[in-house]
């Protein structure tokens, strides 16, 4: 992901799976794990300030691709 304070970019801490279009670049999917509760889900802000999806338990996904931080 890209770092705006160190102007760089840097690796993730979670893992994630991705699908990717080879006809359609602009739609890109991130596989969930199966133990996520689709239910609880939401967007929150984590302890550094990015939007994530987490589902308030042990699964969070950073979504801010290139954006700035929230």
Do not use: H
């Not at 279009?21 to 890109?28: E, H, R």
């Not at 596989?31 to 999806?53: F, I, S």
């Amino acid at each position: 992901m890209y770092d705006p304070n160190s102007s760089s970019f840097v690796r993730r801490t979670n893992k994630r799976t991705r699908l990717v279009s080879l006809t359609d670049a602009s739609n890109v999917i991130n596989v969930l794990p199966r133990l996520v509760n689709l239910d609880q889900l939401a967007y929150r802000t984590n302890e550094q300030g990015r939007l994530v999806v987490s589902d308030g338990l042990s699964f969070e996904m950073d979504i801010n691709e290139f954006g700035r931080e929230c």
